[in-house]
């Protein structure tokens, strides 16, 4: 299986903040990176796939870069409904696995 | 608007078998280039993919869990089923239903793009 990390694990911002979240996988996976963002109670919700395309109705200030083994997220100016849990997941080999996950908290 | 929704017992007892079913509204499960997945998540934990099933009717499985699991499909229903035997504590989890890009969908191929709301399953006796 191909591993996934991220890092941090966890960011403490302010509303306003540019935030950046990198994920790496152990082995390339061109472009088939997809970002999820999870709130407390909820299921992830699906923000960006193809590393990055921007999923329908997510917000611009959502973006995703990166090729190969190293990817980011970035949320440009944070906003008080972007604080939750960020995931990445590889879609490039079987199985697919996620990373485990970043969470953006409010300073 | 696709929407699914996960339904089955939420207390199962230890080595007995997890059944969950999801039921999928807003389009037919037989149309498209679809994969119809179940992902689980430990309390505070992170999110794991158990396994899938085609529009076609064939399966994957993650292999970590490959020998307890059993996806299978209702079309007439819209559903699709979850059976996970053997069930020990650390099954206790969320488990989400969602719909996943198949080889059709190109750019989202293999991304779960639709989820359920999720429902607790708790391994106790």
């Known amino acids: 299986d191909i591993q996934m990390t991220q890092s941090p694990s966890s960011v403490s911002a302010s509303v306003g903040d540019r935030v950046t979240i990198t994920c790496r996988a152990s082995q390339g996976i061109s472009s088939w990176l997809a970002w999820y963002q999870q709130k407390p109670g909820k299921a992830p919700k699906l923000l960006i796939y193809a590393a990055s395309s921007l999923q329908s109705g997510v917000p611009s200030r959502f973006s995703g870069s990166g090729s190969g083994t190293d990817f980011t997220l970035t949320i440009s100016s944070l906003q008080p409904e972007d604080f939750a849990t960020y995931y990445c997941?590889?879609?490039?080999?079987?199985?697919?696995?996620f990373g485990p996950g970043t969470k953006v908290d409010i300073k | 608007q696709v929407q699914l929704q996960e339904s089955g017992p939420g207390l199962v007892k230890p080595s007995q078998t997890l059944s969950l079913t999801c039921t999928v509204s807003?389009?037919?499960?037989?149309?498209?280039?679809?994969?119809w997945s179940w992902i689980r998540q430990p309390a505070g934990k992170g999110l794991e993919w158990i396994g899938r099933i085609y529009t076609s009717g064939s399966t994957n499985y993650n292999p970590s869990l490959k020998s307890r699991v059993t996806i299978s499909v209702d079309t007439s229903k819209n559903q699709f089923s979850l059976k996970l035997s053997s069930v020990t504590a650390a099954d206790t989890a969320v488990y989400y239903c969602?719909?996943?890009?198949?080889?059709?969908?190109?750019?989202?191929?293999?991304?779960?793009?639709?989820w359920g709301q999720g429902t607790l399953v708790t391994v106790s006796s």
């Open positions: 997941q590889q879609a490039n080999s079987f199985p697919p696995t």
């Open positions: 969602a719909r996943e890009g198949g080889p059709e969908t190109t750019v989202l191929y293999r991304t779960l793009d639709y």
């Open positions: 807003g389009g037919s499960i037989s149309s498209g280039s679809y994969y």
